[in-house]
């Protein structure tokens, strides 16, 4: 089994948080071997294999996980185009997704998704 290593930078990173919501996410996908986030370097690298996940899907989780808008991926100047088409047989992947409370207050609500 091939593991591939790819380097990436991560665009709109606002805070260490959602560095470390994109690891949580990214590490949870089957396939994937290692996922590291240096926020302040903007920088992630993803262990993978290539035949179980795609830097496409990858970079779908990356766009998704987080509240702020305008996350991205790209390796070397090129975007990471995000595709949630890959299906991934019998596995769900938790994603979060912001909830806004009455008062505007972004809050945090976990919610099982199949990534398919």
């Known amino acids: 089994m ?7 930078d991560v665009h709109g990173l606002n805070c260490s948080n959602c560095a ?25 690298t993803f262990g993978y294999t290539p035949t179980v996940v795609s ?17 991205s991926i790209s390796v070397d100047g090129t975007r990471v185009t995000p595709d949630q088409s890959q299906t991934i047989t019998g596995e769900e992947i ?4 912001p909830v806004r409370d009455d008062n505007g ?11 398919t």
């Not at 091939?2 to 990436?8: A, W």
């Open 105 to 115: 207050q972004t809050t945090e609500q976990s919610s099982d998704r199949s990534v």
């Open 20 to 44: 470390a919501k994109v690891e949580r996410a990214v590490a949870a996908l089957p396939g994937v071997h290692r996922a590291e986030v240096q926020f302040e370097a903007e920088r992630a």
């Open 55 to 71: 830097l496409e899907l990858i970079g779908y989780i990356v766009e998704n996980v987080c509240e702020s808008n305008g996350l």
């Open 94 to 97: 938790d994603v979060a997704e």
């Open 2 to 8: 091939k593991i591939e290593t790819q380097h990436v």
